[in-house]
């Protein structure tokens, strides 16, 4: 039979696989493109300033990576230790120690500190900070996206540029926008809450039932990408997504005129010899 001493080195070293394993999946799974075994971390970012949303992920990470490890070690190296086999004697209780428990505490707090301090600027850019035109004026949206069991319902501004008027046009999980220019979208929720999400331009906002909000970016390669609701919905969560296409300002003009000619035609009633 296996002696406590053996049960006791398996169970520390099963311990040990928990960080070695979670850091070797983590640096596979970042590995670029280039390397023998595909990228499987972030999508790839066609954004403007993705890369201070990225940035700022991988700062939290990496923190709360050493925090994970330094953790799992010391686990591992207490089990491995301070097995019952080499420590007989009953458990003995203290009351603690103060000074480890002041810098125990003032720790998270400086961490937490700094993680808020460095945040600051990729909040600022993706929920404060509103784009403005030429004028000063804050910049319209050029099309307002619905959330609604199960899909997306959008709506664009037509040539007024103001959404809610006899011009608009309408479509369902397909978003159009020109490369090269920043994008204002009008985001809200019909019923529940959803999560939009914009992988390839970093850009993830929940849509509250009764409340109208705003994000924006700006892309900078064409191409068609993903939409996605990043939040429980419902039973048909699963199918709530659409496809995003970055286009020359010329092939967007040409697609929203060619949208808004057939909408008229479905919504025109039909002819004598078509009844």
Known sequence: MIGD?????????LFLLVPV?????????????????????FPEDISENG???????????????????????ALFWFLWKYDGSKNPQPVKFVHGDHTLEIVWSIGPVAVLVFIAVY????????????????????????????????????????????????????????????????AV??????DVLHGFFLPNVRVKQDVVPGMKQFVWFKPLKSGQYDIVCAELCGWGH?????RMTIES??????WLRETKEAQVAATLPASEDEE
């Open 51 to 73: 890369y201070v949303v990225d940035n700022l992920f991988n700062a939290i990470l990496y923190l709360t990576g050493v925090i994970f490890v330094a953790t799992g070690w």
């Open 119 to 182: 945040q600051m600027d990729a909040w600022a850019n993706a929920k404060i900070v509103r784009p403005r035109l030429a004028s000063g004026a804050v910049q319209p949206p050029i099309a307002e996206v619905t959330g609604r069991q199960f899909e997306w319902r959008i709506r664009y501004a037509n040539t007024d540029g103001i959404i809610g008027t006899a011009d608009d046009v309408f479509t369902v999980n397909q978003l159009h926008l020109p490369v090269g220019e920043t």
């Open 249 to 254: 300002r010329a092939d967007f003009d040409k």
């Open 185 to 190: 979208l009008a985001i809200k929720s019909q």
């Open 21 to 41: 394993l979670g850091v070797g999946l983590f640096v596979v799974a970042a590995m670029p493109d280039s390397w023998p075994i595909e990228n499987h971390w």
């Open 5 to 13: 001493t053996a049960v006791s080195r398996l169970w520390s070293i």
């Open 238 to 242: 699963y199918k709530m997504k659409g």
